[in-house]
DNA sequence: GTCCATGCAAACCTTTTGCACTATA
DNA sequence: TATAGTGCAAAAGGTTTGCATGGAC
């Protein structure tokens, strides 16, 4: 069949699943079927996922995997850098492949209807430059959300309550 | 003395107890020992205190407040606006009062000594106005920590090590 | 054959909740 | 006096760990 995958070599092996078998051989632990099953749920998809996500897709290909080493290769494909750890607040973590046309970006979260949105941001480069500067702080991680309206919801007519204080923000004390 | 506080009238009372008391008063809700304790702590300290950290120092006045009462206290402090919450992938959540000379900053955080330095940053305000302009998403909220390695610890030898992938970013798949 | 991974359940930790009792307004 | 808060302990929810078994190399 034309559509059938060339398994020539390393062909037939996407080049994620080399990436995280060369770092786990770098690391000397053994590839697994439970963490190549991981890795390719979370190349496969280009959005956020839980962990009752993966499980879930897991599931639905018909792999049964359990949480601890769902959690477990998640640990390892962060160190490996393959992929990146989110928290938005939602009381649990969402993980994303790094593989990606973005390889670097951030993130506005809807507070509305939770929709991710990336962007990418250069004055984030100027932002740590300066902070390198002006205070000696060596930057290598950096963490940018933007909650807040999106298009959508605000189309809708969604608007936000403020319930705290107007004005508290005078700089008295 | 003449170091006595002045209790006439309201001016014994701290601005930001004033605050917390109107707001309370605003949402129908009513002024406890145990509500004003817990803004005590936070706006007596610059820091960026845990729930620990609070029960700790009330306990160190002799208080002996109930951790529910603590989050139920910091729901209303946060919702108020004159407290913010911050999560620095410890596990839980820090508090900080937000009547500085700085009421909106942003966090660096040193991830070997875990010191965390406060700094000022208009770049963000670029960043949104783009984010609005090119997405047309209303901002109501930002979040940016940059994590590195401070001052004094690079200057006491500390290194990072990168047991990550060298260069798994590329733009491949 | 050795070493490490897996899976399950229990443990862990922070945060939330239910409920009897107490304090505010 | 009505209404809401407090404190305790239990529950909840995400994540980690211990341990016996199974798989990678």
Known sequence: MSQT????ADQGTPPFLRLFARYLRDQGLPVTQQREAVAEVLFASDEHLSVDDIERALRGRGERIGKAT????????V???LVA???FGEGF???EHRLSARPVHEHMICVECG???EFESNELYRIENRVKNEHGFLPVRRNLEIYGLCKACQEAGVELTTE???C???TVR
């Open 85 to 87: 750890e989110h928290d």
């Open 79 to 81: 160190r490996s850098r």
């Open 5 to 8: 995958r060339d398994v020539t």
């Open 168 to 170: 508290p923000i005078e």
């Open 164 to 166: 705290g204080l107007i």
């Open 93 to 95: 973590k969402r993980y």
């Open 115 to 117: 929709t991710v949105t």
């Open 70 to 77: 769902i959690y477990r290769t998640l640990d390892l494909l």
